[in-house]
């Protein structure tokens, strides 16, 4: 910004980008926890449920589940690849169907693969919400 009575004041900044993730979107990550589905828990938050894991192990995990928490309880499209370790993408989609009666302002839908059919190394989950992206998470399969 150049302040002289020579030349006249002009920002160079750039514009924000404008966010265009998903606002319903509360959080995404990798879990081994098993609960019951239908479950409701309350005012209990999802972090104290499903604990977070990034990296799972042939022969002891089960399976790997991706927890997607939504901050309501209405209707969502969810779809995706998961780019395995040598790229290649493996899509999916689930719709969601809206709850009522919900208490907890939140609600948890869950994605699982089977760890012993998935290939060492690093897979990528690309997801989109509702046509937004909702971004990108990992986990490793060893």
Do not use: C
Not at 23 to 40: E, N
Not at 53 to 61: A, L, P, Q
Not at 82 to 96: C, D, Q
Not at 134 to 141: D, E, L
């Amino acid at each position: 910004m150049d302040f002289s009575s020579s030349s006249r004041w002009q920002d160079t900044r750039e514009p924000p980008l404008s966010d265009t993730r998903v606002t319903t979107v509360r959080d995404v990550w990798f879990t081994t926890t098993v609960t019951p589905g239908g479950q409701q828990y309350g005012r209990t938050q999802p972090e104290s449920i499903w604990g977070k894991v990034n990296e799972f192990t042939r022969g002891k995990d089960a399976k790997v589940t991706m927890l997607v928490i939504f901050n309501n309880l209405g209707s969502h499209k969810i779809s995706g690849n998961r780019i395995n370790p040598s790229g290649k993408a493996n899509p999916f989609t689930m719709s969601v169907t809206p709850l009522t009666g919900g208490t907890t302002g939140w609600r948890s839908v869950t994605k699982s693969w089977p760890v012993d059919t998935l290939a060492r190394g690093k897979h990528t989950v690309e997801l989109t919400v509702d046509s937004r992206p909702a971004g990108s998470y990992s986990f490793v399969i060893k």
